[in-house]
């Protein structure tokens, strides 16, 4: 059987592999972004089946504080650095030319109390500055995006809808096995449905690990789920336009037309949902005092949780193993990446 995975440079061998049927596991950000970059490509297959079972693999697109902004990385420093370069610009691109819905432009602001000297080097043009603050900080600021994540993934499904029609298949059923045979792959699924498809997808974020080929299969040796957490607060009365503001690794988000307001996040290496409620009360104490911002009550937030896929290197991979194809690891970019990626598999896959 073939086997074929980079995690970086993505670089593949084309596969003479005939496609009219093809299952995508996963309606996430990444089984979205893909349908929608193929139906662009104007991709035609017999029947696109895109399976989900938010229920039960709960989507970490839907528990995201959904942000795109480059904080820094330039081009030239590292090879995932230069992919989330590449990213933000399809991700830009992407918003100047098909006006997604969901998609906010805004400034991102971001600001440090302590070293200075690092902080500076990452964002030289930084100027001292008290616009939140009760006191003086360096702030940068630069162009960003603010996406309100089921809004846009909607969009995604519906451009995918238009241009696929009658071909395109959402099922709401969890995949429980996968098996290769001669003809193509066989999908069973916890409801007893049984169908057959010439390639598949796995897209399923943090739950792939179930799927995905490690070493010594493929080149792939980890790939762990990624706890975050954050608060969210509706109808907040505040009159300012949408930003999104990072202290000290702690974020605060505005998003102004849905008068939402998202205060975190933590990160912990557990693959369960309990929030850290701690961590996400100690970032809240500290921005209250820090800010010059009036911010509801702690109580009144909503905790969201979501797992996050973490591969190795924090880099994003896609593995091949015969008919089927294992794509994710998005991590904390995953709007960054997931165009991106779409764009690769597609060009050497489909
Ligand atoms: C707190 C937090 C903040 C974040 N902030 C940002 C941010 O600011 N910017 C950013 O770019 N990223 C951010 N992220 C990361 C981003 O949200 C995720 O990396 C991304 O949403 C993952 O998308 P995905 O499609 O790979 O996976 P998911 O969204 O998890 O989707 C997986 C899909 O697969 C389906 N599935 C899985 N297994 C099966 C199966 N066996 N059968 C059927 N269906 C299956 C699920 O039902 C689901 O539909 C954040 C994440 C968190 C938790």
């Known amino acids: 059987m073939a086997r074929n995975c980079e995690t970086m440079n993505l670089k593949f061998n084309k596969k003479d592999v005939k496609l009219s049927t093809l ?21 035609h297959f017999e029947k696109i089946v895109l399976f989900s079972s938010d229920k039960i693999t709960i989507p970490c697109t839907l528990n995201s504080t959904a942000m795109v902004a480059l904080r820094g990385v330039t081009k030239g420093h590292s090879e995932l650095g230069d992919l989330l370069v590449e990213g933000h610009e399809i991700f830009s691109h992407h918003v100047m030319m098909d006006h997604p819905q969901g998609v906010q432009v805004v400034k991102q602001f971001t600001g440090t109390h302590h070293e200075r000297e690092s902080f500076l080097s990452r964002y030289p043009e930084a100027s001292l500055s008290d616009r939140f603050f009760h006191e003086k900080i360096y702030l940068s600021e630069e162009r ?3 996406i309100d994540p089921k809004t846009y993934i909607d969009w995604l499904l519906s451009e995918s809808l238009n241009f696929y029609q009658d071909s395109l298949h959402m099922i709401d059923d969890m995949v429980v096995e996968a098996q290769e045979e001669s003809e193509g ?4 699924t916890l409801n007893n449905k049984k169908m057959n498809f010439h390639k598949v997808i796995f897209a399923g974020g943090s739950y792939n690990r179930f799927w995905t080929p490690m ?9 762990k789920p990624v706890q975050g957490s954050y608060l969210e607060f509706q109808n907040v009365p505040w009159e ?8 000290d690794e702690k974020n605060l988000i505005w998003n102004e037309p849905l008068k939402r307001l998202f205060i975190g996040s933590t990160s912990s290496e557990t693959s369960h949902y309990l929030p850290q409620k701690k961590e996400l009360r100690g970032i809240y104490d500290e921005l209250y005092l820090k800010l010059n911002l009036k911010l509801p009550s702690f109580d009144e937030g ?10 190795q290197k924090r ?33 050497k896959h489909l």
Do not use: C, D, W
Request: proline letters at 2%; glycine letters at 10%; charged letters at 20%.
């Open 302 to 311: 909503e905790i969201k949780v979501g797992l996050r896929e973490k591969a």
């Open 23 to 43: 299952a995508i596991i996963g309606g996430g950000l990444m089984g979205r972004s893909l349908i929608y970059h193929l139906a662009k490509e104007k991709k």
């Open 240 to 247: 300012h336009s949408s930003f999104s503001l990072t202290v």
């Open 144 to 146: 960003a995006f603010m």
């Open 185 to 188: 792959v066989v999908i069973k």
């Open 215 to 223: 070493a010594p299969y493929s080149k792939l040796k980890t790939s």
């Open 315 to 347: 880099a994003p991979y896609m593995v091949e193993e015969g008919r089927s194809l294992f794509v994710g690891g998005l991590y904390k970019n995953a709007f960054t990446l997931s165009l991106k990626l779409s764009g690769t598999l597609s060009l």
